[in-house]
Nanobody, 122 residues
Framework: QVQPVESGGGLVQAGGSLRLSCAAS????????KGWFRQGPGKAREFVAA????????YYADSVLGRFTISRDNAKNTVYLQMNSLKPEDTAVYYC???????????????WGQGTQVTVSS
């Protein structure tokens, strides 16, 4: 079982930046595609970004394209999400997941961590 552990969230003003990290314990994380999802207040969980297992392909939701960058370090079993030009609507709990790429999104395996809270003030 893969158990992701997200970190790096916090409170930031609009226009600011944060870098999220996600490490995995348990069986190897590195051979799967990985992605970030988020769940805002009163909203369903939504896809944010995904990266192939080699790191050669990346995919983004339209709402974050050009502002967020996903990357991974397989040697450390870690995936990152650099978030720039943050907006109040980016406020959410952010989760990472391993899974399979389906088109331009990620189908998660279903092993979710606790997430990390990102709050963007206006």
């Amino acid at each position: 079982q893969v158990q992701p552990v997200e970190s790096g969230g916090g409170l930031v003003q609009a226009g600011g930046s944060l870098r999220l990290s996600c490490a995995a314990s348990g069986r190897t994380f590195s051979t799967y595609a990985k992605g970030w999802f988020r769940q805002g207040p009163g909203k369903a969980r939504e896809f944010v970004a995904a990266i192939s297992w080699t790191g050669g392909s990346t995919y983004y939701a339209d709402s974050v394209l050009g502002r967020f960058t996903i990357s991974r370090d397989n040697a450390k079993n870690t995936v990152y999400l650099q978030m720039n030009s943050l907006k109040p609507e980016d406020t959410a709990v952010y989760y990472c997941a391993a899974g399979t790429l389906v088109g331009t999104t990620l189908r998660p395996l279903g092993d979710w961590g606790q997430g990390t809270q990102v709050t963007v003030s206006s």
